[in-house]
């Protein structure tokens, strides 16, 4: 694809629901991030996937975060028991490789608004 | 742990004016560092990176070095237009395999003509 697209644009979801975000990154693209984004807090890491697998889960805040990523490519970052303080901008972004190689730039998505009521 | 500090926004400045946007660094070893930028409405683009010691990055006029004596990456720009009204955000990455964008929280530059 031209870039990686992220689906819904925007979530409102209220106190207690589950939601479900979805990347899918760029043809080709072996590695895929997923960062938070919020006020006060900037930009975090969340998980990072190499193929299907997830090597790095420090980022997720809780147990109630979860991801997964199929065939892959399409990933799906789920939040069960939504609260308030989850309100963010979630982002996700793929490079070619996550390899160590200097020139393997992460390229973003536009990332999904979710507010919790 | 790795970190990144940049200076707080926002930043107004009137068309043609300088900018520098200051950031610095605490790793190990020797990162790779980036400036990225969220245009209203759009999502993170990366601007310019440098992957070394004294290398300078550079993109549509912006301008980085980066500094290890200084664990600085000071962003900076002659001439400032309105449409360069963004976030900015500093970044670094371990060159381990794998590792994820370690962010500033952001610096929010207004231009006005």
């Known amino acids: 694809g031209a870039g990686v697209s992220q689906s819904p644009s925007n979530k409102v979801t209220e106190k207690g629901k589950d939601v479900e975000l979805r990347c899918d990154p760029i043809?080709?693209?072996?590695?895929l991030y997923w960062y938070r984004q919020s006020l006060g807090q900037g930009l975090e890491f969340l998980i990072y996937?190499?193929?299907?697998?997830?090597?790095?889960k420090s980022g997720l805040p809780s147990d109630r975060f979860s991801a997964e990523r199929t065939g892959g490519s399409v990933s799906t970052l789920t939040i069960q028991r939504t609260q308030q303080e989850d309100s963010a901008v979630y982002l996700c972004?793929?490079?070619?490789?996550?390899?160590?190689?200097?020139?393997?730039?992460?390229?973003f998505g536009p990332g999904t608004r979710l507010t919790v009521l | 742990g790795d970190s990144v500090t940049q200076m707080e926004g926002p930043v107004t400045l009137s068309e043609e004016a300088f900018l520098t946007i200051n950031c610095t660094y605490t790793?190990?070893?020797?990162?790779?560092l980036f400036w990225y930028v969220q245009y209203p409405g759009e999502g993170l683009q990366l601007l310019l990176k440098?992957?070394?010691?004294?290398d300078k990055g550079s993109n549509k006029g912006f301008e980085a070095t980066y500094r290890k004596e200084t664990t600085s990456f000071h962003l900076e720009k002659g001439s400032v237009q309105v449409s360069d009204s963004a976030v900015y955000f500093c970044?670094?990455?371990?060159?381990?395999?794998?590792?994820?964008?370690?962010f500033g929280k952001g610096t929010t530059l207004s231009v006005s003509s």
């Open positions: 440098a992957t070394k010691a004294d």
């Open positions: 996937f190499q193929g299907n697998s997830a090597p790095d």
């Open positions: 790793a190990t070893g020797y990162p790779s």
């Open positions: 970044a670094l990455r371990s060159n381990q395999a794998g590792t994820a964008l370690i």
């Open positions: 043809s080709g693209h072996t590695a």
């Open positions: 972004a793929s490079s070619l490789r996550a390899s160590g190689n200097r020139n393997n730039e992460q390229f």
